[in-house]
């Protein structure tokens, strides 16, 4: 499953903050602020950090997309028979 920070993005676009003042603001590394610019996948304590710092959900922030593969196997717990 892929991410995409995408929402946050125009979230801060609005908010009219830089991603250094949201690295300040949230109190996160520089790291996590470029693997997001990758949308790379980042620890649930980074994005409860900027969540908490902009005021807002997790799921405001973050989009989970499903890979190809993933479509067919909704509601089904990976090693469980169907």
């Known amino acids: 499953m892929a ?3 995408r929402k ?3 979230l801060m676009l609005d908010m ?3 991603k250094s ?3 300040k603001k949230a109190g996160i590394s520089h790291h ?3 693997k997001m610019t990758k949308d790379q996948d980042v620890s ?3 994005l409860t950090k900027i969540s908490g710092a902009l005021g807002c959900e997790v799921s ?3 989009d989970l997309i499903p ?3 993933d479509k067919g196997d909704e509601g089904s717990v990976e090693g469980e028979e169907a």
């Open 3 to 5: 991410v995409s920070y």
């Open 8 to 10: 946050l993005w125009h």
């Open 60 to 62: 405001d922030i973050v």
């Open 44 to 46: 649930t304590d980074v």
């Open 67 to 69: 890979d190809a593969s």
């Open 21 to 23: 003042g949201l690295e």
């Open 16 to 18: 009219k903050l830089t």
């Open 32 to 34: 996590a602020m470029l």
